[in-house]
């Protein structure tokens, strides 16, 4: 924690933000024993709570704030995609099995004899699968609603998972769908649950347009953001019809660094995440539970707040981007309502817009998305 204190050393209001976060997030840690120790001593619900923990500690914190009539279909949504998600990543399982897997996968969600063995890159991953029925039986638990959006949500996104296996993305239409998959299914998933629970308006069943830009705007956001780290992974999701008109590789930018090239490419990149900001606006505007709205707003407040840190920044291309862990505090404990919402936007894209100040196609470019981006937060 030295490092993002000394970050934060000039804005104390950050130091202050992250101390009470650690505070606060202290009482939502997760059981220091293994899953597979705990699988043997917990009931089927608390080990979901406790895997949720362990694969991301972050989205455990606000999913045990939601609502209590929508925090169990919220964990276990997430656990059945993570669960997804681990078995598309492990490049060590045979191709043969993943592809099928991967389209099958939803057929599983209440078939208590499924689990998977020695299948994931992390421990808690391999555990998660492993010990998969005690997720599938509470699964069978959760009202009949529910679990028919996760399963539709999770087929579809298998499917996604194995088109995009074979094929690369070169089209911005392809962006867009592999996004689709990836993020904006979970959107909708979403979306369709807290209508499900009652915690929010019925409508939001149809709000698939607006639901799926939130996951783009989330998704893009890091795609971008996480350049170098994929690139050294052998996996770029960023579209050739950017990219490619700067370089004919896309190693190359990494190499050209400097070039100017090199920071149109970026800022063109940018550009097509930032068109998701009047949708997201929108979808928010219609949330009316103040947990569910957190939920969803402090993503969003964060992804603005990265874009603005990725524009005009070379070092994207050289290492992995963040925005301070004190702003990322501030803004958690910050973003409570739509005015705070409109605020951050409204900051972020501003400091956006001061960067696009030359004559150059791609600033000129930025400078129109931020100014509908701003005249959305006027509606």
């Known amino acids: 924690m030295i490092t993002e204190l000394y970050q934060s050393a000039l804005y104390p209001s950050e130091i202050k933000a992250m101390f009470k976060i650690k505070k606060d997030s202290a009482k939502y840690a997760p059981p220091k024993e293994s899953l597979k120790e705990l699988a043997k001593v917990q009931s089927d619900i608390e080990f979901c709570y406790s895997a949720l923990g362990k694969v991301s500690r972050s989205f455990s914190v606000v999913i045990k ?144 347009a607006l639901s799926n830009s939130m996951g783009l705007f989330l998704q893009k956001t890091n795609i971008i953001r996480d ?67 957190k939920f969803c707003a402090i993503p969003q407040v964060m992804a603005i707040a990265t874009l603005e840190k990725l524009y005009n920044n070379k070092d994207v291309f050289a290492k992995n981007v963040k925005i301070r862990k004190g702003l990322a505090a501030k803004l958690m404990l910050e973003t409570t309502d739509m005015n705070d919402v409109k605020q951050y936007f409204k900051k972020f894209l501003l400091s956006i817009d001061e960067k696009a100040n030359s004559s150059n196609k791609i600033h000129k470019e930025t400078r129109q998305i931020v100014k509908k981006g701003l005249q959305s937060l006027e509606l």
């Not at 979403?190 to 929010?200: I, P, T």
């Not at 930032?274 to 929108?282: A, G, K, N, S, V």
Request: proline share 3%; glycine share 4%; aromatic share 10%.
């Open 65 to 208: 704030q939601l609502p209590e009539q929508l925090r169990d279909d919220v964990c276990i949504f997430y656990l059945v995609l993570r669960a997804l998600d681990t078995v598309e990543d492990d490049m060590n399982y045979p191709y043969e099995k993943r592809m099928p897997l991967l389209q099958a996968f939803y057929e599983k969600c209440d078939d208590e004899d499924f689990y998977l063995e020695g299948v994931g890159d992390q421990q808690d991953y391999v555990d998660l699968l492993e010990h998969y029925p005690k997720i599938t039986r509470v699964f069978k638990t959760l009202d009949p609603g529910a679990q028919e959006i996760i399963k539709d949500i999770t087929k579809k996104m298998g499917a996604g998972m194995a088109h995009f296996a074979t094929e690369d993305v070169i089209t911005n239409e392809d962006f867009d769908l592999y996004c689709h998959y990836v993020a904006g299914l979970v959107g909708i998933g979403l979306s369709k649950l807290f209508a499900n629970s009652g915690v929010e308006k019925k409508e939001m069943m149809d709000m698939e």
């Open 227 to 293: 350049y170098h780290e994929d690139l050294h992974s052998d996996r770029v999701f960023l579209p050739k019809s950017i990219w490619g008109k700067y370089e004919n590789t896309i190693d190359l930018f990494e190499q050209n660094i400097d070039k100017q090239s090199s920071m149109d490419c970026l800022n063109d990149l940018l550009n097509n995440a930032l068109t998701h900001i009047p949708d997201c606006i929108t979808y928010l505007n219609t949330l009316q539970n103040k947990e569910v709205f």
